[in-house]
């Protein structure tokens, strides 16, 4: 989405008494304002180290990131990719660098999910998977800004299976730019490896359903068992395209 459209939609979902996380690239200055919103959350997306990222990111480059982002409040979200758990102790730089910066609130890292049937490069092995999640629970006691709870670091280890097991998926709407068309099964699109699924969120809601109540009842019964009677009184079904949706908060 466009920068200017951004500064007229954030205003408007606001006002609705929406929280807004907003994902940039920060290749451009980020407004002033942003920096202690009520209801707004700005996450920064850097894939990696240096080396890697102003390869990959090129004109949003280290550089151009650290100015853009001086006198704010953001949370940096790195993608692990199977070339970063390649190197020794490459996580462990990427938090060493970030964490000390003032603007910096919190970090997060998430796990490359392929399609399914992608060959690349980016994809973690098995090995490589465990390593990543080993790794993220010793340094999230070593930097607090490491702002991921345990047992949402071990469910990337155990994904849903599909769309359908997926919590974040059933819960949420994806819209593409044009705010009418959907994005489906979830916000990858197309035909993700959910076996290899490495989105924070779905982790994170993952972590949620898994906990259960008095040590007995799962949270996620009581979704599924809600999200059933909700569509059955309504006469929902879940579309097996993808239609056009209206943007009802912007109303």
Not at 84 to 102: N, V
Not at 154 to 167: D, I, Q, R
Request: glycine share 6%.
């Amino acid at each position: 989405m466009r920068y200017r459209e951004m500064e007229t939609l954030i205003p408007l979902i606001l006002a609705k008494g929406v929280h807004i996380q907003l994902v940039t690239s920060a290749f451009r200055a980020l407004p002033a304002a942003w920096s202690d919103v009520p209801g707004l959350s700005v996450v920064v997306s850097i894939d990696g180290l240096r080396e890697e990222h102003d390869v990959r990111r090129t004109p949003a480059t280290y550089d151009r990131i650290l100015k853009n982002i001086e006198g704010q409040n953001i949370t940096v979200h790195c993608t692990v990719t199977a070339q970063m758990m390649q190197r020794d102790r490459y996580l462990e730089e990427f938090l060493q660098f970030w964490t000390p910066r003032p603007e910096i609130k919190r970090v997060w890292f998430s796990i490359f999910t392929p399609q399914r049937g992608d060959v690349l490069p980016e994809i973690l092995t098995p090995e490589e998977r465990r390593k990543a999640v080993g790794d993220m629970l010793s340094l999230c006691k070593q930097f607090p800004k490491l702002d991921m709870h345990p047992k949402l670091i071990a469910e990337y280890l155990t994904p849903p299976k599909s769309p359908e097991t997926c919590v974040f998926s059933q819960t949420t709407k994806t819209i593409s730019a044009d705010l009418t068309t959907l994005i489906q099964p979830c916000q990858f699109g197309g035909d993700p490896d959910c076996a290899s699924c490495g989105c924070i969120a779905s982790a994170g809601l993952k972590a949620i359903a898994d906990h259960k109540i008095g040590g007995l009842v799962p949270i996620d019964a009581i979704f599924r068992a809600s999200i059933a009677i909700g569509r059955l009184v309504s006469g929902e079904a879940r579309p097996t395209t993808a239609p056009k949706a209206n943007f009802p908060i912007l109303r």
